[in-house]
């Protein structure tokens, strides 16, 4: 099947998302002095941005890519969860299973980016310090907001029922796991256990809790830190990189593996028909890498919606290192349109 017959059919296809919600707020201003309080930099807000984070922008990926998507998750009862389910509702992704826990804030993290290149000297009364360059784009702090508590066994079961009575429905399955306490080993089996007997491939962006409980599922798309950390062993080398990937693709009896790799690209893992490990490595597409925040969403969202349209894993990891080669050329979580990759597809 050709790359450009596939991305078309994205439109026809509704994706389940389930994770760790998240509001991403961008705080942008400039830096010229140092505060005569203490030794630290005063930041002028010029502007400010929210946006979509964690399983939020999965869903947001997959509908700007033309599909259907349905979000399933945990919000605080606070203005943040307001805010951000209206931001969903207006994109046409499906909120009727958010739930609200009363226990727990809405997650939220704040990203505080100079947005000109300012510099400056501090004055004798402060030692002669001088202040720093900071270059646009510069990530001065990040401000998290949140609980990593699990939810209650009510919520829990709850969430499971609304997954497994909606999942006939869906052509491929996300789970967007960022470790803030909603996924479990339970409700993966359960996930695992469904989608299996309805023929449903489930990808899953994985994070470190509960990276090897997600045995059976059909796709894992770690980077390669969190692989490192998984297996606690160091990627030196291509020969140290399959030496992971075969376990992890083994270990949880995967159907295909893509560690994401940064500027290197990313690797697909995954068994032929004679057993026989076969591993391919695909070189970034990216020329301009201006911010990697939520790339990994966008891997993972495009990796879905090919294999949703019944493609195989090599196709999927050649249109997911395409859609993230353009995504990292965007500022802050942003999303890929199916005219860019139709665009960009001669750099597989």
């Known amino acids: 099947m050709k790359l450009n017959t596939i ?29 005569p309080e203490a030794p630290v930099p005063i930041f002028e807000k010029t502007s400010e941005k929210t946006g979509c984070g964690g399983a939020a922008n999965v869903a947001q990926n997959i509908v700007s890519l033309g599909a259907r998507a349905e979000l399933i998750g945990v919000i605080g009862k606070d203005r943040d969860g307001e805010k951000l389910v209206q931001m969903l509702n207006s994109m046409g992704i499906g909120t009727a299973e958010i739930c609200i826990d009363v226990q727990r804030p809405t997650s939220k993290k704040t990203r505080v980016i100079v947005d000109a290149d300012t510099t400056g000297t501090i004055n004798s009364f402060n030692s002669g310090l001088e202040l720093t360059r900071y270059n646009q784009g510069h990530h001065l702090l990040r401000i998290d907001q949140e609980s990593k508590q699990e939810i209650s066994a009510i919520l829990r079961e709850h969430i499971s029922r609304s997954i497994l009575s909606r999942m006939d429905e869906c052509d491929a399955i996300i789970i967007s796991d960022y470790d803030k306490g909603l996924i479990s080993a339970e409700l993966i089996q ?23 409980n997600y045995e059976g599922i059909t796709a894992l798309t770690p980077n390669d830190k969190e692989a490192c950390a998984a ?21 949880l009896s995967l159907s295909a593996l893509l560690i994401t790799r940064d500027a290197k690209g990313m690797s697909l893992f995954q068994r032929g028909p004679d057993g026989v490990l076969q591993v391919e490595h695909l070189p970034s597409t990216s020329s301009d890498v201006v911010d990697v925040t939520g790339a990994g969403d966008t891997v993972t969202a495009v990796f879905a919606l090919t294999l949703a349209v019944q493609s195989d894993y090599r196709t999927a990891a050649q249109l997911s290192n395409i859609a993230g080669g353009i995504v990292v050329g965007k500022l802050g979580c942003a999303t890929v349109k199916p005219e860019e990759m139709m665009l960009n597809l001669d750099k597989c």
């Open 231 to 251: 297996t606690q062993e160091m990627i030196n080398d291509v020969s140290h990189l399959i030496s992971v990937g075969e376990k992890i693709l083994d270990d």
């Open 7 to 35: 991305i078309p059919q994205f439109q026809n296809k509704k994706v389940m998302v389930i994770g760790d919600i998240i509001v991403d707020e961008y705080i942008w201003g400039e830096v010229n002095r140092i505060s």
């Open 190 to 212: 359960s996930v695992v256990i469904k989608a299996k007997s309805c023929n449903i491939p489930t990808i899953v962006d994985p994070k470190r809790n509960n990276f090897w």
